[in-house]
């Protein structure tokens, strides 16, 4: 058989190294022949090589040893699958470390969750010692009320709500809206013995303060007029076991010792009943009662077989108000019965029996002021601070489920003056030294004046019929309410101008438990015509000199005052 060498002996002898270039060709030409073939893999070859020639043979023979073997080149396709493999191998061995580490670090995870779970477990004690001791202890909550008032007519009287003040006579269509009242009740509660409470309450402040001097010829103006204060309305502390541990009387086992700025026996109790503090502002209250006073207290229902058959407060108190510096030596009394003969499940519940009665002094001069009226000195609206002061109610009250109704007489002995009847809005003279003074600085003057005549000395008498309730209208978040009172401010007097009626109606929704609004009308109606009261009444309650000679006053009675009101309260 031939042999068959790929170069020529002769050129192998002139070019020793051709032969190895060969067999490098050769490699190529069996790789390209694999694409020539398409995706198979080529034949091998086996080589020989003469070392003494260099000459590559492809078969072997004498004087030649094997050079190599070529050719299975793998396919495009396997070397594809080659690189996928070890592609994959490597994804392989680099997910199953990631999963290694993950787990080595889940383990020390849970190693630091035990080891928090242990310490959180070993501080719970003292954790809910602390709770119990302050957060179930402690409770805030919010009362706002807010509103929209329109007056389709003004005039003198008494404000419909504290802090709105409308101007009086020329005014119609005034409007506004105020929030009247804002607060933040705070409530703290360290034992079943005590309990305090702290009510800071946001107000709209009046007064025309003078600017302060800060220097010889500079002032910087008051910010007081129309702004927003806070002021303190509630702020007392309760003894709330005396009669179970004390006095051991178990039908008086809720009564409680009140000290401090608290809520009136009668007022607070008469809003209760009714309902719609936020709407107006009840009876006594309208007639010049605060509704808070400072003092001590005792108070609480008298049960029996778990039925109320008695409620009572009873308390002595500074004569000047939560919002008055008590400029006064003597103390006031103040004291509420109400009697249920049927037993009430809960308070209001069916028939009431109701009596209130208060003694007080006016909270004007310290006991060094004599109050002796003088040319020089002549008597304003305090000119009754010698007399003492007597407010007294009797209510019939009745609730049932969906519907409430009472009926309240009023009494009082010098207990409505010309700054209760001006607490609303007043004419300019009543507010300054011309509402004793001959000549009068507006056509008001007289009239002013007449108003203190008749209502600051110290003997005169109040007498007034209210009528008041609600009927929830069955199924809806709806009730229907109303209020009428009919007031005298003084009967000493043979026709008094200022006596007037007073009435309040509307609808209320109760949007949830947190909100409700009510749309209603308020109204002030001077009970008489228009008539002129003469210098011989007048004379009937002051001496007039020459400074002050004898007048009469023409179109005595005041202009009717009616409004319609957007009321909101929010409480939380």
């Known amino acids: 058989m031939a042999n068959h060498s790929l170069p020529h002996p002769a050129a192998a002898t002139a070019r020793p190294f051709r032969q190895i270039i060969t067999a490098l060709l050769l490699a190529m030409i ?21 070392p ?15 050079l190599g073997t070529f050719g299975q080149i793998k396919s495009a396709t396997q070397m594809e699958r080659d690189i996928e493999a070890k592609t994959q191998a490597q994804l392989a061995q680099q997910q199953r470390a990631l999963a290694l580490q993950f787990e080595a670090q889940q383990e020390q995870q849970r190693q630091w969750n035990a080891e928090i779970s242990k310490e959180v477990s ?22 706002v009320y807010g509103d929209w008032s329109m007056y389709t007519h003004t005039g003198w009287g008494p ?33 079943e013995d ?3 409470r702290l009510t800071p309450e946001l107000y709209k402040q009046f007064g025309t303060a003078q600017p302060d001097k800060i220097g010889r010829l500079s002032a910087v103006n008051s910010n007081l007029d129309g702004s927003e204060g806070v002021r303190i309305k509630y702020a007392y502390l309760d003894y709330k076991t005396f009669f179970r541990k004390v006095l051991r009387f178990e039908p008086a086992k809720e009564d409680v010792l009140t000290f401090g700025i608290q809520q009136n026996p009668f007022i607070t109790w008469e809003e209760n009943l009714w309902g719609y503090r936020y709407v107006t502002l009840s009876p006594w209250n309208y007639a010049g009662l605060s509704s808070a006073a400072i003092g001590l207290r005792l108070g609480g229902p008298i049960k029996f077989h778990e039925k109320q058959y008695i409620d009572y407060e009873v308390g002595a108190f500074d004569n000047g108000t939560y919002k008055q510096y008590d400029a006064s030596s003597t103390k ?11 037993g009430a499940k809960s308070q209001f519940q069916g028939l009431g029996l109701t009596g209130f009665y208060q003694y007080a002094y006016p909270n004007t001069y310290a006991p060094d002021r004599t109050l002796a009226a003088t040319s020089s000195a002549p008597l304003a609206f305090n000119a009754g601070a010698n007399g003492h002061i007597v407010r007294s109610a009797l209510t019939v009250s009745y609730q049932g489920d969906s519907w409430q109704l009472a009926a309240q007489y009023d009494w009082g002995h010098n207990a409505f ?24 600085t507006s056509i008001y003057g007289p009239w002013a004046k007449m108003v203190g005549i008749f209502q600051n000395p110290s003997n005169t008498v109040q007498q ?43 609808i209320e929704w109760k949007v949830n438990k947190n909100l409700r609004i009510a749309l209603d009308s308020q109204n002030l109606l001077y009970y008489h015509g228009q008539f002129t009261v003469p210098a011989s009444e007048l004379a009937n309650f002051t001496t007039f000199t020459k400074a002050s000679p004898p007048f009469s006053v023409s179109n005595a009675v005041p202009t009717d005052v009616h409004a319609f009101y957007l009321n909101l309260e929010f409480r939380y």
């Open 464 to 506: 007034g019929v209210d009528l008041f309730g609600h009927w929830d209208i069955p199924e809806t978040p709806f009730d229907l309410f109303g209020l009428y009172s009919w007031f005298q401010p003084n009967t000493k007097v043979t026709k008094n101008p200022l006596d007037f009626e007073r009435w309040v109606g509307g």
């Open 52 to 66: 003494k020639t260099k000459v590559v043979y492809t078969e072997a023979g004498p004087g030649r040893v094997p």
């Open 159 to 191: 404000q419909f709500l504290e802090n709105i003040y409308t101007p009086g006579p020329g005014n119609n269509e005034w409007n506004s809206f105020d929030i009247t009242r804002a607060y933040l009740d705070t409530r703290f509660a360290p034992s």
């Open 30 to 50: 069996c790789m390209l022949s694999t694409r020539a073939w398409g995706q198979s893999a080529a034949p091998a070859i086996n080589l020989f090589v003469n």
């Open 417 to 440: 003056n010309a700054s209760s009847y001006f607490n609303g809005a007043a004419p300019v003279d009543a507010f300054s030294s011309s509402f004793v003074s001959p000549a009068p």
């Open 122 to 143: 070993d501080m719970y004690p003292a954790w809910r010692d602390f709770g119990d001791r302050w957060y179930k202890k402690i409770s805030v909550g919010t009362l």
């Open 332 to 342: 006031q009394v103040m004291g509420r019965v109400s009697v249920y003969p049927f």
């Open 194 to 196: 005590l309990s305090l």
